[in-house]
């Protein structure tokens, strides 16, 4: 079946502009997570979505990052006012919610702030 | 401040041989532990995973081995293939929860 996806798979934006990054988890996956890799650095919690539930934020760096899950499925990370350190990979998860430790990857949308 | 460390960067192995790749942590309230693998271009996908409860847990080729009085855990494969060159991910969670706390990786290469 069809895995989870983000788009763009690439993002070059001048510093200062905003960005939108789009997830769309697996289907039935009532779990969607958002991670991002630095140069260099392990994989860095952002968010998660389970359900209806109020998403656990905690991870997010800075109140310029704030994320949105539409209708349980499709969710977008939104980074204003973007950084040079905003650059990075960003990789969003979904699963199952019997087993939210075994997340399933995206392939990441590689954010370059120039 | 990383919680997860893997302190080798890269690893070379002849295929047929056996590959052991390390992790360490320093939070003790950590009570599961995966390991990930990556290919250029592509997400983590789930290899394999222990509960603090074991110190053993096998899957065919793949063995995942802790020791809680060390913080430590590896992964060994057992003979390595050429399609086992990868990133390694070494992760961690705290009540099996959901915000996995990662390694920086160790890349793997198996030699023909």
């Known amino acids: 079946g069809a895995g989870v996806s983000q788009s763009p798979s690439n993002k070059v934006t001048e510093k200062g502009k905003d960005v939108e990054l789009r997830c769309d988890p697996i289907s039935g996956h009532t779990a969607l997570y958002w991670y991002r890799q630095s140069l260099g650095q392990g994989l860095e919690f952002l968010i998660y979505?389970?359900?209806?539930?109020?998403?656990?934020k905690s991870g997010l760096p800075s109140d310029r990052f704030s994320a949105e899950r539409t209708g349980g499925s499709v969710s977008t990370l939104t980074i204003q006012r973007t950084q040079q350190e905003d650059s990075a990979v960003y990789l969003c998860a979904s699963s199952p919610r019997r087993a939210d430790y075994e997340q399933y990857f995206g392939p990441g949308t590689r954010l370059t702030v120039t | 401040d990383q919680q997860v460390k893997q302190n080798s960067p890269s690893l070379s192995v002849q295929e047929g041989r056996i590959s052991i790749l390390n992790c360490d942590y320093t939070?003790?309230?950590?009570?599961?532990f995966l390991w990930y693998k990556k290919y250029p271009a592509e997400g983590p996908t789930f290899l394999i995973s222990i509960s603090s409860i074991k110190d053993k847990n096998e899957d065919g080729r793949f063995t995942v081995f802790l020791n809680k009085s060390a913080k430590h855990l590896s992964l060994h494969i057992v003979p390595s293939q050429p399609g086992d060159s990868a990133v390694y991910f070494c992760a961690a969670s705290v009540n099996s929860g959901y915000a996995l706390n990662f390694g920086k990786g160790t890349s793997l290469l198996v030699t023909p």
């Open positions: 979505f389970q359900g209806n539930s109020a998403p656990d």
């Open positions: 939070n003790s309230m950590f009570d599961y």
